[in-house]
């Protein structure tokens, strides 16, 4: 049984309208808390008027994703003695990301982005045809694989430092995505694909931070799919490759 | 003071692989500046050479060159990774091109010395 | 801000500039050896074709590679953008290109002013 009840620290960012601002609210400390839990008792128990998103709650959907301590993590699968400085926390919106209100971002550009490096399947056959003979040991179809597994929750494009100071820049998400394309045979838009992330916002802005990397949760590899979109785009240059 | 979701090592090697390039795009005009003079005023460049036996200098040098090597192997490190297949081991790299800038810019000290 | 032909320029400047780099620091961890001077200097390049074009080279590479390095930078860092962004990586260009060649020609040819 414990003694007197511990209580967290906790600074969360309200915006509305304009200029936001640090609230601090007083939590009380619970066995396996997660940061969610701590959003989820400071709106039903403190502030009902505190604005956030989640939806599965056990780490699959990614929409809980916010800055916690400054690292955009999924707050369902963050446990706050993992986190917490001593008995502080700090939670605010995605960075890179408009903010709607208090921790709610709005995800369009992230999305338009996508739409705009081609993330998209273009299909080089209709129903009509037979089923595309694709093996799972073929080289292209693992390299599609390691991609693929991207829920969009935008915590590579919070990461990135080339998001932040390159407003064309397309991001780490819709490129991989492109990547993983890239390597489905069964995609027709290839060339088109290839053109629309060599432009000003294309892969060629990646520095390699890996930011996106160390954060993704779903352990994806954004920087070695955006390398292999740098050798296709520089394989087209001189005709080699599809 | 950096912010949390860049304390890692391979953030660290694009921060020196720029300010490297910075520093060195800085002294380029100034060395060939320095250089040309043995056009126009030889004496005047004789008598900066003989200036660089200076210890200050030499530490300077150093520096120079430390940097130097430090944006080449961080460059190749770059490009090893973007046109090679991937390895998991790029932070080792990192820290090799490190070690092997030093490695090189200490020998040019001792030589110098 | 890269597009595909900036960034394979820089990358091939890259590739270029490696062994030339590597070429140049042996030369002058053998040459600073004893102290330097420039008669001991211009006795070895001057008149001399092969140290034109290696230097002549490392100095086109490093133009068009400092230019764009400083290009990413200026935007990213500065927000520049736009023809002043383009106008500034020329300058740069032009400035390195100018004085490097400028170099390279004082110390491979003859003096006698330029």
Same mark, same amino acid.
């Given at each position: ?192 694909? /290839? ?48 | ?54 210890? /200050? ?57 | 801000?890269?597009? /595909? ?79 002043? /962004? ?29």
């Amino acid at each position: 049984m414990r003694g007197s009840e511990e209580f967290l620290d906790v600074s969360i960012w309200r915006q509305q309208d304009g200029d936001g601002h640090f609230e601090t609210f007083q939590v009380p400390r619970r066995d396996n808390q997660t940061i969610l839990d701590v959003v989820v008792w400071v709106q039903q128990q403190a502030d009902p008027t505190l604005s956030y998103r989640y939806a599965c709650r056990v780490g699959m959907c990614g929409s809980c994703a916010m800055m916690v301590n400054g690292a955009p993590r999924w707050t369902c699968r963050t446990h706050v003695q993992k986190v917490a400085k001593g008995n502080r926390v700090e939670i605010a919106p995605l960075r890179n990301l408009p903010v709607i209100k208090d921790l709610a971002v709005d995800m369009d550009p992230f999305f338009d982005k996508w739409v705009a490096a081609d993330a998209v399947f273009e299909p080089s056959q209709t129903r009509n045809d037979p089923m595309a003979p694709i093996t799972p040991d073929d080289p292209m179809r693992i390299a599609a694989s390691e991609a693929i597994e991207c829920i969009n929750c935008g915590i590579c494009y919070a990461a990135c430092d080339v998001v932040a100071s390159n407003p064309d820049y397309l991001g780490p998400a819709a490129l991989n995505r492109a990547w993983s394309l890239v390597n489905d045979s069964r995609d027709a838009g290839q060339e088109a694909r /290839l053109d629309a992330v060599s432009q000003g916002g294309g892969c060629h802005n990646c520095h390699a931070q890996q930011g996106c990397v160390r954060h993704c949760p779903n352990e994806l590899n954004p920087t070695a799919s955006i390398s292999g979109l740098k050798r296709a785009t520089a394989k087209s240059i001189f005709g080699w490759g599809a | 003071m950096i912010r949390p979701h860049r304390t890692h090592a391979l953030w660290f090697a694009f921060m020196l692989h720029r300010v490297s390039g910075i520093g060195l795009a800085l002294f380029l005009p100034v060395h060939f500046y320095m250089l040309a003079l043995a056009l126009t005023d030889p004496q005047q460049l004789d008598g900066f050479l003989k200036f660089t036996d200076l210890l /200050l200098v030499k530490c300077a040098e150093f520096g120079l060159v430390f940097l130097l090597a430090v944006h080449m192997f961080g460059g190749l490190r770059l490009m090893a990774l973007e046109f090679l297949p991937w390895t998991p081991r790029q932070k080792t790299y990192a820290a090799t091109a490190v070690a092997l800038a030093f490695f090189v810019s200490t020998s040019f000290f001792l030589r110098a010395l | 801000m890269l597009t /595909l032909r900036l960034y394979m320029a820089q990358r091939l400047s890259a590739l270029i500039m490696a062994p030339l780099t590597l070429g140049h620091l042996a030369v002058m961890i053998y040459a600073v050896q004893g102290g330097v001077s420039v008669a001991e200097i211009l006795e070895r390049t001057q008149g001399s074709l092969a140290w034109f074009l290696f230097y002549g080279s490392f100095v086109v590479a490093v133009a068009v590679h400092a230019a764009i390095g400083l290009r990413v930078i200026m935007f990213e860092l500065c927000g520049l953008k736009g023809v002043m /962004l383009t106008l500034f990586g020329w300058l740069v260009f032009a400035i390195l290109l100018g004085l490097g060649g400028r170099a390279v020609w004082a110390v491979t040819f003859v003096g006698g002013g330029l």
